[in-house]
C-alpha cells in the first residue's frame, strides 16, 4: 500500500506584538496623559507626533508583556510605573479602524501586528519629564469629550455635519445605520450623551475618514508614502500608530470603573478637599457635578474619613482634608462614586 504524501504546513505570517501604556494623573487640574514623542520607524527622525510610551515585545528578552512595559515607559519617560493593568488587545484584520504600525507594511503574507493596551494610574505627575515627554491634557485628543462646560458647540458645528455627508454615501439602509450610530453616540436629535463610549465614538470617526489619522493608514496599507497628518476640525489632535486609538480604550475603561471601584483615589493625594475630589471626578468623566449631591453621595459611600486638619491655600473659607479609607476597606470590595450630573446631556 501507497503511504499517503505528506504536505507541508502552510505558513502563517509572522505575529509581532506590540504594547503600549495610557498613563494618567491629575495635572494642572487636568486629567493628563503621558505623552513622548519617539522615533518615526520610517525615517528614524522624532515624531512630530505625540504617542504613548510604547514598544514592541520580545519573546527572547522579554518574560511577561507588563514587566516589559513597564522597562518601555521608564526607558523612554523617566517614570516608574506604580497602579497598571491591562485594557484591550487589537489584533484586527479586514476592518476599518486603525492598526498598530512599526514601519512594516500590512497585509497578506506580511506580519500580523497585535497591540496590547494597558492603563496606569498615579497621583503624582513629574513636574519635569524626560526629554520629548509631557503631561498632555487628554481633551486635546478628544475635544467633543468635554462637557464640563455645557454641549461642546463643535458637535453641531462640525461633527455632526460632517457625519450627515458621510451617512449619505451608500444605499438606504446603510444611510439610516450610520445615522443611528451617530445620533447614539454624540448625541444627536434627542439622544442622551454616554460619557462612556469614548472609543465608539473615535472609532465612528476614524471610518467616516474624520479621524486624520485615518487617510495617512489607508495610504500606507495601500504601499502609499503618507506623512503625519495635522489636526481636523472638530475631532482632535492625531497621535502616532494606534495610540489615540488606545487612549480612547483608557478613557472609556477609567470612565465606567470609576462608578463601581474607588479608582479614583489612584489619582489623589494622600488629604484631599471634597471640591479637589469633585474636580478629578469631573476631569475624568467629562461632566459637570452637582456640588452638593455629590457631597451626600461621598459621604454615604463612606470611602473618605475626615482629617480635622484644613486646607488653608484654598483662597476663601479653609477647607477640611480627607483620606482614603484604603486600608479600613481592603477587607471588602469597596463601591465606586455616581455621577449626580449638574445638567443632563
Avoid at 498615579?122 to 454641549?151: L, Q, S, V
Amino acid at each position: 500500500m501507497t503511504a499517503p504524501a505528506l504536505t507541508a504546513p502552510a505558513l502563517t505570517a509572522p505575529v509581532v506584538i506590540g504594547l503600549s501604556a495610557v498613563v494618567a494623573a491629575m495635572h494642572d487640574g487636568e486629567l493628563a496623559v503621558l505623552t513622548v514623542h519617539l522615533p518615526d520607524p520610517r525615517t528614524r527622525e522624532t515624531s512630530t507626533l505625540p504617542g504613548l510610551p510604547s514598544g514592541p515585545f520580545d519573546p527572547a528578552g522579554h518574560r511577561t508583556f507588563e514587566l516589559a512595559l513597564r522597562a518601555f515607559v521608564t526607558e523612554q519617560t523617566g517614570f516608574q510605573l506604580g497602579y497598571v493593568e491591562q485594557l484591550y488587545t487589537f489584533g484586527d484584520e479586514g476592518r476599518d479602524a486603525p492598526l498598530a504600525d512599526f514601519g512594516r507594511p500590512h497585509g497578506p503574507g506580511q506580519e500580523r501586528i497585535i497591540s496590547v493596551g494597558y492603563l496606569a494610574l498615579t497621583p503624582e505627575a513629574p513636574a519635569k519629564p524626560a526629554p520629548d515627554t509631557e503631561w498632555t491634557p487628554w481633551n486635546r485628543f478628544f475635544p467633543y469629550e468635554d462637557w464640563r462646560g455645557g454641549r461642546p458647540a463643535l458637535i453641531d458645528q462640525e461633527i455632526a455635519p460632517a457625519l450627515e455627508a458621510w451617512a449619505r454615501r451608500g444605499t438606504e439602509k446603510q444611510r439610516e445605520q450610520k445615522l443611528a450610530r451617530a445620533r447614539a453616540l454624540f448625541a444627536l436629535d434627542g439622544w442622551r450623551w454616554n460619557e462612556e463610549r469614548v472609543l465608539e465614538r473615535y472609532e465612528l470617526l476614524y471610518e467616516a475618514g474624520l479621524a486624520p489619522e485615518a487617510e495617512r493608514d489607508r495610504r500606507r496599507a495601500a504601499g502609499l508614502a503618507a506623512p503625519e497628518p495635522d489636526a481636523a476640525p472638530g475631532s482632535g489632535e492625531p497621535m502616532v500608530s494606534d495610540h489615540r486609538r488606545i487612549l480612547a480604550t483608557g478613557l472609556a475603561r477609567l470612565r465606567g470603573k470609576i462608578k463601581y471601584r474607588p479608582v479614583v483615589f489612584e489619582l489623589t493625594p494622600a488629604a484631599f478637599t471634597l471640591s479637589t475630589l469633585q474636580r478629578t471626578v469631573e476631569a475624568i468623566s467629562g461632566v459637570a457635578l452637582h456640588k452638593q449631591n455629590f457631597r451626600r453621595m461621598v459621604e454615604r459611600t463612606g470611602l473618605v474619613q475626615g482629617l480635622g486638619r484644613f486646607d488653608e491655600e484654598t483662597g476663601g473659607r479653609p477647607a477640611e482634608l480627607f483620606r482614603f479609607r484604603r486600608e479600613d476597606l481592603a477587607a471588602s470590595p469597596a463601591s465606586g462614586l455616581s455621577l449626580p450630573m449638574l445638567r443632563e446631556g
